[in-house]
């Protein structure tokens, strides 16, 4: 049977890095399921889907393909055959995934995908709904999270990086909204799994942080 750890918490707590780091450690691969979302978001978004109205979202699935290649142990998302890994991380990206990933349609549809990919290989997953309905019975599930002006300055920093032009309020009220839509939507919430392990990032370094997941790890295997 495969390994699953299941990472779990809101918009820029560092899961994928943290993440990404720990797999490579244990030798497990690395699952970021928001990729996914994001394309299913990119797609709607190039079909002129109205993001507003589930049900175009919806109608976006026709025909859609979706899935995951790793190559060198990297993740890339394939939409429709055409690999969109850079092209999904736009705010505008970020912003049609919050939307996308409150459809039950959207979803359904990747669960099927999540879950084969954990039956299939030992891997650290991260999403948001990965401990709680993705992969109940992941072996060992922590709930990462810091304070929003934290997370709010560190995508602002990545994106700086990047050379987009943003600025650190917008990215605060973007962040706080997609943690309110994400954690209120009516399916698959953003929450703790009740058999999770809390870690806090807040003023914690990175190299501090992949221990501390290191270390929760080794000790529920
Ligand atoms: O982790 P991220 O920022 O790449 O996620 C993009 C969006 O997808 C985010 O707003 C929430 C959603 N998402 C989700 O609903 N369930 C997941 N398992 C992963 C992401």
Redesign the pocket.
Known sequence: MSINVAIDGP?GAG?STISKSAAKELGFIYV????L??AVGLNAMRTGADIGDPESIKESLNGISVDLKYENGEQAVLLNGENVSSLIRTPEA?MA??AV?AVPAVREFLFGLQQDIAKRNDCIMD????GTV?LPHAQVKIFLTASPEERAQRRYKELIEKGEAVEYENVLAEMKQ?DY??SHRAV?PLKPAEDSVIVDTTGISLEESVEKILSVIKEKL
């Open positions: 918009a899961k970021d399921t928001g990729a979302y994001r970020s995934a919050s990933s999403g948001r709904d990965i993705v997609r839509n994400d698959a």
